[in-house]
């Protein structure tokens, strides 16, 4: 996995965040280290939106992205990967990959895939 594919658990007070901060953002807390902690398998579908205009290294494709509340107060944004109609409240898993590469002739990138759960 790489780095964007974790939350970060602050050292002094045990919040998580995401992405990665220099300074913790709890109340009263000022720590500034911070240990990896992997994504919960399933979060809530908060928001989605489909975007029909992409640059031209993804070949014309849609893609759909979507906000995935995990609790604790950590929100995500990631690749929705679903022919299914999306539903705000859904549960979707969380499932680490490629988001862009290789098939389309660009350096692979990782980050987050979301699919209906049960579907993974």
Known sequence: MSEREFMYRCKACGKLHFPRRAVCAAENC???EFEPAPFPARGK????????????????????????????????????????PLSSGMDVSVVPGQIRGASDS???????????????
């Open 45 to 84: 579908l908060v928001a989605w939106t489909t975007t029909n205009v992409l640059p031209a290294e993804l070949n014309g494709t849609t893609r759909t992205f979507g906000l995935v509340d995990f609790g604790q107060g950590v929100r995500a944004v990631g690749l929705v990967c679903s022919e299914a």
């Open 30 to 32: 000022v720590g500034t």
């Open 106 to 120: 660009s350096e692979p990138v990782t980050g987050l895939l979301f699919v209906p759960a049960g579907r993974e």
